[in-house]
Antibody
Framework: QVQLQESGPGLVKPSQTLSLTCTVSGASISSGNYYLNWFRQPAGKELEWIGRIHTDGSARYNPSLASRVTMSIHTSENQFSLKLNSVTAADTAVYYC???????????WGQGTLVTVSS | EIVLTQSPGTLSLSPGERATLSCRASQDFGSPYLAWFQQKPGQAPRLLIYDISSRAAGIPDRFSGSGSGTDFTLTISRLEPADFAVYYCQHYSSPPITFGQGTRLEIK
């Protein structure tokens, strides 16, 4: 069974860069036609799609965040990562990673990790 | 970007009753790629329904989805205590993927 697990600092200072990693276990990250996604959810609010990276390395981001987001794939570690720069308190949220094939539904999610932006 | 609007914001019902949750899209996105998720506090979203009306693996048949065009519905036929949670609809065809703002289903 495929499992995803987010990891990274739980506290980031304003103006700095948020960096998270999603580790995939139970399957090779480079096999199959998969899209590796990041979502976030501020407390009490709905989920927001941040972007995705394909196993071929091509990425697409939510236009609302595109100027600050970079996603990468790390095949040898079976991981993919998210960097969000110039963070503010508005970036405080639970961040989730998720994996799916193109036009398949999102049925594989990590458990989420809380990132707080505060000095 | 497709905007999804859910109603009602909060639904108060008793166990055994029927719940009807609505999701309206800002435009007809011309595809069946509409899903419903259940989320409980501290947990990741759980896929219930995909492609408008297909149940995900392990989801009981008390949950059903329907709709077309811009109007979609999640129905829970007989509420059980574990069903009280927040429900989100999601459009998942072309980016950006978007969610509704959620319907909170609470015990009356």
């Amino acid at each position: 069974q495929v499992q995803l697990q987010e990891s990274g600092p739980g506290l980031v200072k304003p103006s700095q860069t948020l960096s998270l990693t999603c580790t995939v276990s139970g399957a090779s990250i480079s096999s199959g036609n998969y899209y590796l996604n990041w979502f976030r959810q501020p407390a009490g609010k709905e989920l927001e799609w941040i972007g995705r990276i394909h196993t071929d390395g091509s990425a697409r981001y939510n236009p609302s965040l595109a100027s600050r987001v970079t996603m990468s794939i790390h095949t040898s570690e079976n991981q993919f990562s998210l960097k969000l720069n110039s963070v503010t308190a508005a970036d405080t949220a639970v961040y989730y990673c998720a994996r799916r094939k193109y036009l398949d539904p999102f049925d594989q999610w990590g458990q989420g990790t809380l990132v707080t932006v505060s000095s | 970007e497709i905007v999804l609007t859910q109603s009602p914001g909060t639904l108060s019902l008793s166990p055994g009753e029927r719940a009807t949750l609505s999701c309206r899209a800002s435009q007809d996105f011309g595809s069946p790629y509409l899903a419903w998720f259940q989320q409980k506090p501290g947990q990741a979203p759980r896929l219930l329904i995909y492609d408008i009306s297909s149940r995900a693996a392990g989801i009981p048949d008390r949950f059903s989805g329907s709709g077309s065009g811009t109007d979609f519905t999640l129905t829970i036929s007989r509420l059980e205590p574990a069903d009280f949670a927040v429900y989100y609809c999601q459009h998942y065809s072309s980016p950006p993927i978007t969610f509704g703002q959620g319907t909170r289903l609470e015990i009356k």
